[in-house]
């Protein structure tokens, strides 16, 4: 059974910084591409970040210099470092393996002074 445990999201001031973490359990972790979207509300699920196995990274032009997304293959963990926060950043946070349909249960980060 695949389960993703998503956290670190919370109220943070604009220019603000968050860690994300996201705990992955029933796959081979290493092996996946891992992604980072958000879902603000009224808005369609957006892709933030990508990382491979081998650590080949890529990321949406909104977050571009100011987002560093890393893994643990040990640890089965994905990591998000925002930095430079704004309010449009604001929305719920998912990790997800492989473009699959494995999804957990988000973490909110609202960006607001």
């Known amino acids: 059974q695949v389960q993703l445990v998503e956290s670190g999201g919370e109220l943070v001031q604009p220019g603000g910084s968050l860690r994300l973490s996201c705990t992955v359990s029933?796959?081979?972790?290493?092996?996946?591409?891992m992604d980072w979207y958000r879902q603000a509300p009224g808005k369609q699920r957006e892709l933030v970040a990508s990382?491979?196995?081998?650590?080949?990274?890529t990321y949406a032009d909104s977050v571009k210099g100011r987002f560093t997304v890393s893994r643990d293959n040990a640890k089965n963990t994905v990591y998000l470092q925002m930095n430079s926060l704004k309010p449009e950043d604001t929305a719920v946070y998912y990790c997800?393996?492989?473009?699959?349909?494995?999804w957990g249960q988000g973490t909110q980060v609202t960006v607001s002074s």
């Open positions: 029933g796959i081979i972790f290493s092996i996946y591409v």
């Open positions: 990382i491979t196995g081998r650590g080949k990274i």
């Open positions: 997800n393996p492989g473009r699959s349909s494995y």
